[in-house]
T-cell receptor, first 116, second 114 residues
Protein backbone atom coordinates (compact mmCIF):
# COMPACT_ATOMS: atom_id res chain seq x y z
CA UNK A 1 0.00 0.00 0.00
CA UNK A 2 1.12 3.51 -0.69
CA UNK A 3 2.10 5.84 2.13
CA UNK A 4 2.91 9.54 2.32
CA UNK A 5 5.15 10.97 5.04
CA UNK A 6 5.60 14.58 6.03
CA UNK A 7 8.26 14.65 8.72
CA UNK A 8 8.00 18.36 9.58
CA UNK A 9 4.91 19.04 11.74
CA UNK A 10 5.67 22.75 11.79
CA UNK A 11 7.93 25.17 9.93
CA UNK A 12 8.55 28.91 10.17
CA UNK A 13 9.83 31.33 7.57
CA UNK A 14 10.52 35.02 7.54
CA UNK A 15 8.45 37.07 5.13
CA UNK A 16 10.16 37.35 1.71
CA UNK A 17 12.42 34.38 2.47
CA UNK A 18 12.35 30.89 0.95
CA UNK A 19 11.17 27.74 2.68
CA UNK A 20 11.10 24.08 1.64
CA UNK A 21 8.55 21.58 2.90
CA UNK A 22 9.46 17.89 2.72
CA UNK A 23 7.38 14.96 1.56
CA UNK A 24 8.37 11.36 0.96
CA UNK A 25 6.18 8.55 -0.27
CA UNK A 26 6.32 4.85 -0.78
CA UNK A 27 4.88 3.07 -3.78
CA UNK A 28 5.62 0.21 -6.12
CA UNK A 29 3.89 1.92 -9.03
CA UNK A 30 5.89 3.57 -11.78
CA UNK A 31 3.31 6.16 -12.71
CA UNK A 32 1.23 8.26 -10.33
CA UNK A 33 0.22 11.79 -9.40
CA UNK A 34 1.57 13.91 -6.57
CA UNK A 35 0.01 17.04 -5.15
CA UNK A 36 0.52 19.78 -2.63
CA UNK A 37 -2.64 21.19 -1.08
CA UNK A 38 -2.81 24.28 1.11
CA UNK A 39 -5.37 24.69 3.89
CA UNK A 40 -5.40 28.23 5.37
CA UNK A 41 -7.31 29.11 8.55
CA UNK A 42 -10.50 29.35 6.46
CA UNK A 43 -10.05 25.56 6.04
CA UNK A 44 -10.69 25.65 2.30
CA UNK A 45 -8.39 23.08 0.69
CA UNK A 46 -6.62 24.68 -2.26
CA UNK A 47 -4.48 22.90 -4.84
CA UNK A 48 -1.04 24.45 -4.91
CA UNK A 49 0.78 22.29 -7.42
CA UNK A 50 0.48 18.97 -9.21
CA UNK A 51 3.15 16.65 -10.62
CA UNK A 52 2.77 13.67 -12.91
CA UNK A 53 5.42 11.07 -12.18
CA UNK A 54 6.22 10.35 -15.81
CA UNK A 55 7.23 13.98 -16.31
CA UNK A 56 10.83 14.56 -15.33
CA UNK A 57 10.44 18.33 -15.34
CA UNK A 58 9.60 19.78 -11.96
CA UNK A 59 6.24 21.55 -11.78
CA UNK A 60 6.14 25.27 -11.01
CA UNK A 61 3.31 27.66 -10.23
CA UNK A 62 4.49 31.23 -9.75
CA UNK A 63 6.33 31.31 -6.37
CA UNK A 64 5.74 27.61 -5.78
CA UNK A 65 7.93 24.89 -7.21
CA UNK A 66 8.65 21.27 -6.46
CA UNK A 67 11.77 19.15 -6.35
CA UNK A 68 10.59 15.77 -7.58
CA UNK A 69 13.13 13.02 -7.05
CA UNK A 70 11.46 9.87 -8.36
CA UNK A 71 14.20 7.42 -7.44
CA UNK A 72 14.35 8.78 -3.91
CA UNK A 73 10.53 8.99 -3.73
CA UNK A 74 10.77 12.55 -2.58
CA UNK A 75 8.49 15.47 -3.47
CA UNK A 76 9.41 18.69 -1.69
CA UNK A 77 7.67 22.05 -2.07
CA UNK A 78 9.67 25.26 -2.30
CA UNK A 79 7.94 28.55 -1.57
CA UNK A 80 9.91 31.58 -2.69
CA UNK A 81 9.39 35.16 -1.51
CA UNK A 82 7.10 33.95 1.28
CA UNK A 83 4.07 36.09 2.00
CA UNK A 84 1.84 36.35 5.08
CA UNK A 85 -0.94 34.73 3.06
CA UNK A 86 1.16 31.59 2.66
CA UNK A 87 0.61 30.76 6.32
CA UNK A 88 -1.40 27.54 6.26
CA UNK A 89 -1.38 23.80 6.70
CA UNK A 90 0.23 22.11 3.72
CA UNK A 91 -0.66 18.54 2.78
CA UNK A 92 1.24 16.36 0.37
CA UNK A 93 -0.92 13.80 -1.44
CA UNK A 94 -0.50 10.79 -3.72
CA UNK A 95 -2.90 9.29 -6.20
CA UNK A 96 -2.56 6.10 -8.17
CA UNK A 97 -3.33 6.39 -11.88
CA UNK A 98 -5.09 3.05 -11.89
CA UNK A 99 -8.51 3.35 -13.46
CA UNK A 100 -11.22 2.98 -10.86
CA UNK A 101 -8.92 4.00 -8.02
CA UNK A 102 -10.22 7.13 -6.41
CA UNK A 103 -8.22 7.29 -3.21
CA UNK A 104 -5.96 10.22 -2.59
CA UNK A 105 -3.48 9.42 0.17
CA UNK A 106 -2.63 12.44 2.29
CA UNK A 107 0.35 13.05 4.50
CA UNK A 108 -0.11 14.31 8.05
CA UNK A 109 0.57 17.90 7.06
CA UNK A 110 3.07 20.65 7.83
CA UNK A 111 1.94 23.85 9.49
CA UNK A 112 3.75 26.82 7.98
CA UNK A 113 4.07 30.04 9.94
CA UNK A 114 5.18 33.21 8.16
CA UNK A 115 6.85 35.78 10.37
CA UNK A 116 6.53 39.47 9.56
CA UNK B 1 -17.22 27.62 -12.99
CA UNK B 2 -14.52 25.80 -11.01
CA UNK B 3 -16.31 25.79 -7.69
CA UNK B 4 -17.63 23.13 -5.40
CA UNK B 5 -20.39 24.61 -3.29
CA UNK B 6 -21.27 23.20 0.11
CA UNK B 7 -24.20 24.10 2.34
CA UNK B 8 -24.60 24.83 5.14
CA UNK B 9 -21.27 26.27 6.25
CA UNK B 10 -22.02 25.57 9.89
CA UNK B 11 -24.38 23.08 11.51
CA UNK B 12 -25.17 22.36 15.13
CA UNK B 13 -27.32 19.35 15.84
CA UNK B 14 -28.41 17.19 18.70
CA UNK B 15 -27.84 13.48 18.83
CA UNK B 16 -31.46 12.74 17.93
CA UNK B 17 -31.68 15.12 14.99
CA UNK B 18 -31.72 14.35 11.28
CA UNK B 19 -29.91 16.77 9.00
CA UNK B 20 -28.38 16.78 5.55
CA UNK B 21 -25.26 18.28 4.02
CA UNK B 22 -25.37 19.34 0.41
CA UNK B 23 -22.65 19.60 -2.21
CA UNK B 24 -22.91 20.84 -5.79
CA UNK B 25 -20.50 21.17 -8.71
CA UNK B 26 -21.01 22.17 -12.34
CA UNK B 27 -17.64 21.22 -13.75
CA UNK B 28 -18.91 17.99 -15.31
CA UNK B 29 -16.87 15.94 -12.87
CA UNK B 30 -18.05 12.34 -12.56
CA UNK B 31 -16.37 11.51 -9.27
CA UNK B 32 -17.54 13.10 -6.02
CA UNK B 33 -16.17 12.58 -2.55
CA UNK B 34 -17.02 13.08 1.11
CA UNK B 35 -14.16 13.61 3.55
CA UNK B 36 -14.17 14.07 7.31
CA UNK B 37 -11.47 16.23 8.84
CA UNK B 38 -10.61 16.72 12.47
CA UNK B 39 -8.59 19.75 13.53
CA UNK B 40 -4.90 19.60 12.59
CA UNK B 41 -5.37 16.25 10.84
CA UNK B 42 -5.50 15.31 7.17
CA UNK B 43 -8.85 14.66 5.50
CA UNK B 44 -10.17 11.12 5.92
CA UNK B 45 -12.04 9.61 3.01
CA UNK B 46 -15.60 8.53 3.77
CA UNK B 47 -17.36 7.90 0.46
CA UNK B 48 -16.71 8.14 -3.28
CA UNK B 49 -19.35 8.25 -6.00
CA UNK B 50 -18.33 7.55 -9.56
CA UNK B 51 -20.86 8.15 -12.32
CA UNK B 52 -23.54 8.47 -9.64
CA UNK B 53 -22.81 5.04 -8.17
CA UNK B 54 -21.22 4.44 -4.78
CA UNK B 55 -17.71 3.21 -5.47
CA UNK B 56 -16.08 3.46 -2.07
CA UNK B 57 -17.47 3.29 1.47
CA UNK B 58 -14.62 3.42 3.95
CA UNK B 59 -16.52 1.42 6.57
CA UNK B 60 -18.41 4.51 7.64
CA UNK B 61 -21.10 4.01 10.35
CA UNK B 62 -24.63 3.77 9.00
CA UNK B 63 -25.62 6.97 10.79
CA UNK B 64 -23.98 8.63 7.77
CA UNK B 65 -25.91 8.00 4.56
CA UNK B 66 -24.64 9.38 1.24
CA UNK B 67 -26.78 10.07 -1.78
CA UNK B 68 -25.95 11.17 -5.32
CA UNK B 69 -29.23 12.28 -6.98
CA UNK B 70 -27.49 13.34 -10.19
CA UNK B 71 -24.02 14.00 -11.58
CA UNK B 72 -23.89 17.50 -10.06
CA UNK B 73 -25.24 16.87 -6.58
CA UNK B 74 -24.01 14.97 -3.56
CA UNK B 75 -25.77 14.77 -0.22
CA UNK B 76 -24.77 13.39 3.14
CA UNK B 77 -27.68 12.51 5.41
CA UNK B 78 -26.96 12.53 9.11
CA UNK B 79 -28.97 10.73 11.78
CA UNK B 80 -28.32 9.92 15.43
CA UNK B 81 -24.80 11.29 15.38
CA UNK B 82 -22.39 11.12 18.27
CA UNK B 83 -20.35 14.00 19.73
CA UNK B 84 -17.20 12.42 18.25
CA UNK B 85 -18.68 13.00 14.79
CA UNK B 86 -18.11 16.72 15.26
CA UNK B 87 -15.69 17.71 12.51
CA UNK B 88 -15.27 19.57 9.24
CA UNK B 89 -16.98 17.71 6.40
CA UNK B 90 -15.46 18.37 3.02
CA UNK B 91 -16.94 17.60 -0.34
CA UNK B 92 -14.70 17.27 -3.38
CA UNK B 93 -14.97 16.41 -7.03
CA UNK B 94 -12.58 15.30 -9.74
CA UNK B 95 -12.56 14.58 -13.45
CA UNK B 96 -11.57 10.99 -12.74
CA UNK B 97 -10.38 8.95 -15.68
CA UNK B 98 -9.54 11.94 -17.89
CA UNK B 99 -5.87 12.22 -16.99
CA UNK B 100 -6.59 15.56 -15.34
CA UNK B 101 -6.47 14.12 -11.88
CA UNK B 102 -6.91 16.60 -9.07
CA UNK B 103 -9.41 17.20 -6.33
CA UNK B 104 -11.49 20.35 -6.19
CA UNK B 105 -12.71 20.93 -2.65
CA UNK B 106 -15.67 22.82 -1.28
CA UNK B 107 -15.26 25.13 1.69
CA UNK B 108 -16.70 22.53 4.05
CA UNK B 109 -19.44 22.23 6.64
CA UNK B 110 -18.31 22.64 10.25
CA UNK B 111 -20.50 20.22 12.17
CA UNK B 112 -21.00 20.28 15.93
CA UNK B 113 -22.93 17.46 17.59
CA UNK B 114 -24.22 18.25 21.06
Amino acid sequence: AQTVTQSQPEMSVQEAETVTLSCTYDTSESDYYLFWYKQPPSRQMILVIRQEAYKQQNATENRFSVNFQKAAKSFSLKISDSQLGDAAMYFCAYRSPTSGTYKYIFGTGTRLKVLA
Amino acid sequence: DTEVTQTPKHLVMGMTNKKSLKCEQHMGHRAMYWYKQKAKKPPELMFVYSYEKLSINESVPSRFSPECPNSSLLNLHLHALQPEDSALYLCASSAAGTGEEKLFFGSGTQLSVL
